[in-house]
């Protein structure tokens, strides 16, 4: 499990880089509505607070069934703050709103990103879930 969160931690900094992110649950389902053939890779992002958010867990579905509807890779990760912290977004001591992390979506409009190992790994890992009935597979990022 350790090296399926290297290997996510690998793909959100390239995917930052390379600005092939969309950050926020309304974002999120305009691009989906667009362009959900160059989303690769649907990361819920929720901690035990938001999991008993109804509205969010609805938002949630909706999500999780356009995505498998369209054969998109989906990840559920357990902790929020972690993954600000690696798309650098760490709350600032300012008044200023926090960013919605609650999804984050991966696009790879370039084949050639295709052989990413990492991006296979995560792919690998999906698709293998799904064989054990395990549709959204929940991860936990490592800490540094």
């Given at each position: 499990?350790?090296?399926?969160?290297?290997?996510?931690?690998?793909?959100?900094?390239?995917?930052?880089s390379?600005?092939?992110?969309?950050?926020?649950?309304?974002?999120a389902?305009?691009?989906l509505?667009?362009?959900?053939?160059?989303?690769?890779?649907?990361?819920?992002?929720?901690?035990?607070?938001?999991?008993r958010?109804v509205?969010l867990?609805?938002?949630?579905?909706?999500?999780?069934?356009?995505?498998?509807?369209n054969d998109?890779?989906?990840?559920?990760?357990?902790?929020?703050?972690?993954?600000?912290?690696?798309?650098?977004?760490a709350?600032?001591?300012?008044?200023?709103?926090?960013?919605?992390?609650?999804?984050?979506?991966?696009?790879?409009?370039?084949?050639?990103?295709?052989?990413?190992?990492?991006?296979?790994q995560?792919?690998?890992?999906?698709?293998?879930?799904?064989?054990?009935?395990?549709w959204?597979p929940?991860?936990?990022?490592?800490?540094?």
């Amino acid at each position: 499990m350790e090296k399926v969160g290297n290997a996510l931690e690998e793909v959100l900094s390239k995917a930052l880089s390379q600005r092939n992110i969309t950050i926020g649950v309304y974002e999120a389902a305009k691009l989906l509505n667009v362009d959900p053939d160059n989303v690769v890779l649907c990361l819920l992002a929720a901690d035990e607070e938001d999991d008993r958010d109804v509205a969010l867990q609805i938002h949630f579905t909706l999500i999780q069934a356009f995505c498998c509807e369209n054969d998109i890779n989906i990840l559920r990760v357990s902790n929020p703050d972690r993954l600000a912290e690696l798309l650098l977004l760490a709350p600032s001591g300012g008044a200023e709103q926090p960013p919605d992390l609650h999804c984050v979506l991966v696009t790879n409009p370039h084949a050639s990103q295709w052989k990413d190992p990492a991006l296979s790994q995560l792919i690998c890992f999906c698709r293998e879930s799904r064989y054990m009935d395990q549709w959204v597979p929940v991860i936990n990022l490592p800490e540094r």
